[in-house]
């Protein structure tokens, strides 16, 4: 029986990265200065961002189910590299970096700059990843969670235009993540940290505190709403590092 269902997260896992490669070839078609370029890199972030729910959605079932494998976590890797790594790096590449170049030996143009800062993406994300594949805390991640870090670059198009961020805040921002997924930084598992919320009583209170803060801001903001949820998760582990470096410097 657990043979027969491992195809339900193994589905879910190359959905994501489906949709990863997707988004990839959704970049591709984009010429920087056509007038339509920032609607595809709307579009593309969204892919990205769905990617993220099934790469969520292939854990629970997988543990729902009682049916999870060394095939599976592989697999899940693999996808999370391309969804998360590789198609977050195209997409800040084609948006901001596609022009920075350098001259050199007189050649203009000759060396771009550009596509190895976009590498340093995937590079951290493999890193990352093979990380924890090695060894990880059950309760806890080592590094920023590469969904969370590909995610973070999914909704940049969906809040800001490419003429809004200056080229030098979209490099600092964008090496600033990328080396989060490497650090050794304590983030939470949302999963462990949401288990308490698993009795009717409780989760109908959230839910119910949920459905008042969407309505409130409106469903037309929810990449703002997202935005803001991934920054403070973002954050966490920042903060966290900083109030325990001041305890650790007191002792």
């Given at each position: ?29 984009t ?18 961002i ?26 899940d890797?693999?996808?999370d590299?391309?969804t ?23 050649k ?12 340093l ?9 093979a ?26 198009p ?5 003429s809004q961020?200056?080229?030098w ?9 990328a080396?989060?997924m ?5 983030y ?56 325990q ?7």
């Amino acid at each position: 029986m657990k043979l027969k269902l491992t195809w339900i997260p193994n589905t879910l896992t190359l959905g994501n990265l489906t949709l990863g490669f997707v988004s990839m070839l959704l970049v591709s078609e984009t010429n920087p200065n056509q007038p339509n370029a920032h609607e595809l890199y709307s579009l593309a972030g969204v892919f990205i961002i769905l990617a993220a729910l099934f790469d969520g959605f292939d854990g629970m079932a997988a543990r729902a189910l009682n049916c999870t494998s060394e095939l599976g976590a592989d697999l899940d890797s693999l996808a999370d590299l391309t969804t998360f790594g590789i198609a977050p790096g195209f997409l800040a590449y084609k948006m901001f970096f596609f022009d920075i170049k350098l001259d050199i030996f007189d050649k203009p143009d000759y060396l771009p700059l550009g596509m190895f800062i976009a590498a340093l993406y995937p590079i951290c994300a493999a890193y990352r990843l093979a990380r924890f594949n090695v060894a990880h805390d059950p309760k806890s991640f080592n590094g920023l969670p590469s969904p969370v870090a590909g995610v973070v670059i999914g909704i940049f198009p969906l809040v800001f235009s490419v003429s809004q961020v200056p080229l030098w805040t979209a490099v600092t921002f964008f090496v600033i993540t990328a080396l989060l997924m490497v650090s050794t930084l304590r983030y939470s598992k949302p999963q462990v940290a949401m288990r308490g919320l698993f009795s009717w009583k409780k989760l109908g209170i959230s839910l119910f505190g949920l459905g008042l803060i969407l309505f409130a801001i409106g469903f037309y903001r929810w990449p703002y709403v997202m935005y803001g949820a991934v920054g403070f998760y973002v954050f966490s582990g920042i903060v966290s590092f900083l109030i325990q470096t001041i305890q650790d410097y007191r002792v």
